[in-house]
């Protein structure tokens, strides 16, 4: 089943995620404030991805925006991101208008195919796939008719394609570029959000020292593995997994001056490993 995922046939995905929602008169300008991303420009039943960012630009969480209604949004984040989601969410909410709730855990299904019309669906954390939120995810499966794949061929193609998860592929001090994500989940014509000064910035006057890269090995990969070139540390393996398609794959945050195509050593891999621009081709 594995396999399926980089096959032409679509399949299906149980995942899990947290949901959070944002309801209220001022809800999309509170939003559009904060949050990378022109949520304020959805129309209800779009969504896009946005990252929540600290005033000095660090990611602090990444999520799927959804607009509901003109004045209700669902965000859609991993589990592990909801609580600093809330928090910070809560930190910045003063005398809007809205209403904070959740985060609530929820079963969602990823599918590698488009979704059929009036199912409720964020973008997926892999490009290219789509999350669906739905109550009975048993039942969304039946109705996908879609075969199901297990979770480790999801985390294969999310190496792949080279999509960090916040706060596995990142840390408390990480910029948007440095992960990958500027073309992604932020707009550079919406105006201002908190964060905003710094992630403009680096896209327009300069460029960052670190930058998310593959890793391919023939041998398997750890996370939390010291990644060095020449004798000197360069970054740290942070996501690993086996490809059906390339073999021994991960993702690191290098330094910029190790290029793709360059060969590392990494702790535990014997041989070496090379560099790889992503996505994976």
């Not at 949050?35 to 129309?43: E, T």
């Not at 946005?50 to 209604?69: F, N, P, Q, S, T």
């Not at 859609?76 to 969410?89: C, R």
Request: proline share 7%; hydrophobic share 45%; net charge negative.
């Amino acid at each position: 089943m594995e396999a399926g995922l980089h096959a032409a046939a679509a399949v299906a995905v149980r995942s899990r995620a947290a949901l959070v929602w944002v309801e209220g008169p001022d809800a999309a300008r509170f939003l559009q404030g904060l949050l990378s991303n022109d949520v304020a420009g959805l129309a209800p039943g779009d969504a896009t991805v946005a990252l929540l960012l600290d005033e000095r630009g660090h990611i602090v969480a990444g999520m799927r925006v959804r607009r509901d209604a003109d004045d209700a949004f669902t965000l859609v984040a991993d589990p592990d991101a909801a609580e600093p989601l809330v928090a910070t969410l809560a930190r910045y909410h003063f005398s809007e208008d809205l209403e904070l709730l959740g985060p609530e855990p929820a079963e969602t299904l990823v599918v590698t195919a488009p979704p059929p019309t009036g199912v409720e669906t964020v973008p997926g954390l892999v490009p290219g796939t789509w999350e669906v939120l739905a109550d009975d995810v048993d039942a969304a499966l039946a109705a996908s008719g879609l075969p199901e794949a297990p979770p480790e061929a999801l985390e294969s193609l999310r190496i792949e394609r080279g999509a960090p998860r916040i706060g596995v592929d990142t840390g408390p001090r990480t910029l948007v570029q440095e992960a990958g994500l500027e073309d992604r989940a932020v707009s550079f014509t919406k105006g201002c959000y908190l964060g905003q000064e710094t992630v403009a910035r680096a896209q327009h006057r300069g460029r960052v020292n670190r930058v998310l890269r593959g890793l391919a090995s023939a041998t398997p990969l750890r996370a939390g593995a010291e990644v060095r070139a020449a004798g000197r540390a360069v970054g740290t393996v942070t996501s690993a997994a086996a490809s059906p398609r390339f073999g021994h794959v991960g993702l690191a945050i290098l330094r910029r001056e190790v290029p793709p195509g360059a060969d590392v050593s990494v702790d535990g891999v014997e041989g070496t490993a090379c560099v790889v621009e992503l996505p994976f081709r």
